[in-house]
Every structure is written in C-alpha cells, then in structure tokens.
C-alpha cells in the first residue's frame, strides 16, 4: 500500500503566471513614430523656420511620443507571483507599475472567466469605485483578490484557476499555522 500525503498536509508551491497582449506594440510604435517625428523637427528645419513653433512643435511631439511608448509598453504584459508572503503583480519588462499584496491582508480569491477592458474603461493599472483596482493586459480570464472590506484587486492573468488554487492553498496553511497544533 503506497502512502499519499493528504491535501491539508502539501505544502503549497510558488505559483508564478502571466498574461501579454501584443496588441500594445502597435500603439508603442506609434509613440516611436512621434518621437521620430520630434527628433525630425529638432535636426532638420529650415533656417528661416520661427523658434516659437518649432519649439513647441518638437516638445510636444517628444512628450506625446514618451507618454504613448512608455505607457503601453509598461502593459505589454503582466506577471503574477504567489508564495508564502503575498501576491506580487508586475507590469512591463522593468515591472513597473507593481502592487504588492500581504497574503495577511486577502481573505480570498476566485476565477473570473471574462476581464473586458472595455468594463475597465481600457488597458493599463485602473481603479472603478464599485469594482476596485485592476491591472488589465489583455480581454480574457483573470482573478479576482478579496482584500476585505469591499476591497478587491483583479488582474488577468493565464491559468487563473492556478494561481485562485495556490492562494486558495496558501491561505488555509496560514490558517492552520496561525491556528496551532
């Protein structure tokens, strides 16, 4: 007869997932193409061009083309970690935005089959008075994080039943540590 351990008796594992949208280096290359545009208007103007409006033409252009690259592409894609500790949710390849979550401070999580950026008024780090804080990369599954409180943090994310499994699995070893033998 083999031994299996029972589920309460696992140690859960760190669960790690992530979710891209490519969608965003369409609107990156857009910003590049501003920023082009700026440098452009910077180098090649003519002689007899007034200062005033080319100034204001090239830092705009550079201002624009900067808020457009940087702010897509800090939500090219998204990653979740989930250990003993907390939820850790960075964006983008620096991981900037990133939200920190205490696993002291969530009381639950569930799967949300459908995360429509359309319901969150668009891609990117949101907040909606009656539904939370939300970062959304991409139309498609996600979680929802219950902070309590009418609190919630949602973020989408592949293979959501994992990660809604391992903090599932995370809080009720917490439970039973802080509960004692």
């Known amino acids: 007869m083999t031994y299996a351990p029972r589920p309460e008796s696992v140690t ?5 997932g992530r979710a891209s949208n490519r969608m965003q280096w369409v609107l990156a ?4 193409a501003c920023l082009a ?9 003519p002689a007899t061009t007034d200062l005033a ?15 457009i690259l940087f702010g897509t592409v800090a939500f090219t894609h998204v990653k979740v970690q989930i ?15 990133r939200r920190r979550i205490p696993l002291a401070d969530v009381i639950g999580a569930s799967l949300v089959p459908l995360i429509s950026p359309r319901s969150w008024g668009g891609w990117g780090y949101r907040w909606r008075p009656e539904k939370g804080t939300a970062v959304v990369v991409r139309r498609g599954p996600g979680i ?6 009418g609190h ?12 809604v499994l391992a903090i599932r699995a ?12």
């Open 83 to 97: 250990d003993r500790e907390c939820v850790e949710v960075r964006c983008g390849h620096i991981g900037l935005p």
């Open 170 to 181: 995370w809080l009720r070893l917490r439970a039973r540590t802080l509960a004692g033998p």
């Open 144 to 149: 929802i994080i219950d902070l309590g409180a």
């Open 152 to 163: 919630r943090f949602t973020v989408t994310v592949d293979d959501p039943e994992g990660a």
């Open 37 to 45: 545009l700026g440098i452009e208007l910077a180098v090649d103007q």
């Open 53 to 67: 409006p080319l100034v204001m033409s090239v830092v705009g252009c550079l201002a624009v083309g900067l808020l």
């Open 29 to 32: 290359t857009a910003g590049a």
């Open 12 to 16: 859960p594992q760190v669960w790690t």
